[in-house]
C-alpha cells in the first residue's frame, strides 16, 4: 500500500474516532458548568499540549538527522570504495585490477542483497565483510616502489578504513533507529490525552467542537505517521535508494 494512502487512512480513522467522541460527549455529557471550567481546563490543555509538542518535535527532528546521515554515510562510504581503486590503480602488479573487481564484487552485493535486506528490516547476510577483507589484503599485498605509490598505498589504506566504519554505521542505522517502546507510549497516550483534555471545554457549538477536536486528532496522528515511516531510513517513507553504489559501480566499471 502507498505511504500516502496508508497515512490518510490513519489520519481518517483518527478523525473520526475524535468526532464520534466528541459527539458523545457533547450530546449525553453534562453541559451545566463546563463553561466555567474554561480557565482551569485552558491551563492543563497548555502545559499538556506544550509538553508534548516538545516531545513529538525532538523525536521527529532526530529522525529527519537520521535520515540525513545515513544518505550522506552511504555517499561517503561509496565515494571512498571508488577512491580505494584510483589510488591503487597507481601501484605495480595487478593489485589496482584485483582491487577495481572486488571494488565492484562489494557494491554489487551491497546494491543487490544488502540493501533489500535493509529496508525489510532483516538481518544483513552475505560475504559484503569477506569481500572487504579480501579488498584490504590485496591492498596490503601490494609492493610500492617510490614514495609517491608509498603515498598512493597509504591513501589506498586510509580510504578502505573509511569504507569499513561507514559500513558499520550504515548496518548500525538500519537496525538502531527505530523509536523505543517507552518513547512510543509517551507519544501515543500524550496524543490521546491532548485529543480527550478539549472535551472538557465548553461555550462553543457541538458542530464547532466536533470540528475543533477532529483537527487536533488528525493533526497529532499525520505527526506520529511520520514518525513510524521514519524509523528506519533505508525502509518506509524515507527509503533511501542506493543510488551512491550504483554510481560506485558506474565509476569502476
Known amino acids: 500500500m502507498s505511504v500516502y494512502v496508508s497515512g490518510s487512512l490513519w489520519v481518517a480513522g483518527a478523525v473520526l474516532v475524535a468526532a464520534a467522541v466528541a459527539y458523545m460527549v457533547r450530546r449525553f ?33 532526530t529522525l529527519f538527522d537520521t535520515v540525513g546521515s545515513a544518505r550522506d554515510g552511504a555517499y561517503e562510504e561509496a565515494e571512498s570504495l571508488v577512491a580505494v581503486s584510483w589510488a591503487a590503480d ?9 582491487v577495481r573487481a572486488l571494488g565492484k564484487q562489494y557494491a554489487d552485493t551491497v546494491v543487490r542483497q544488502e540493501w533489500p535486506q535493509m529496508r525489510a528490516g532483516a538481518d544483513v547476510t552475505g560475504p559484503g565483510w569477506t569481500q572487504l577483507d579480501l579488498l584490504r589484503d590485496a591492498v596490503l599485498r601490494a609492493e610500492a616502489d617510490g614514495d609517491w605509490q608509498e603515498g598512493r598505498k597509504s591513501e589506498a589504506t586510509t580510504r578502505l578504513e573509511q569504507v569499513y566504519e561507514q559500513r558499520q554505521e550504515r548496518l548500525n542505522t538500519a537496525f538502531d533507529s527505530g523509536v523505543v517502546a517507552v518513547v512510543w507510549f509517551v507519544l501515543i497516550a500524550g496524543s490521546v490525552i491532548c485529543v480527550l483534555l478539549p472535551n472538557l471545554f465548553g461555550g462553543t457549538r457541538m458542530f464547532t467542537h466536533i470540528i475543533v477536536v477532529s483537527t487536533l486528532a488528525g493533526v497529532l496522528t499525520l505527526l506520529l505517521f511520520a514518525i513510524y515511516q521514519l524509523q ?22
Open 232 to 253: 528506519n531510513p533505508f525502509g518506509g517513507g524515507s527509503w533511501i535508494e542506493p543510488d551512491a553504489f550504483r554510481w560506485a559501480l558506474a565509476r569502476l566499471g
Open 29 to 61: 455529557g453534562q453541559d451545566e458548568g463546563r463553561p466555567g471550567n474554561n480557565d482551569a481546563a485552558g491551563q492543563v490543555f497548555t502545559i499538556v499540549s506544550g509538553l508534548h509538542a516538545v516531545v513529538v518535535a525532538f523525536v521527529l527532528i
Open 90 to 98: 597507481s601501484l605495480p602488479g595487478p593489485a589496482g585490477a584485483e
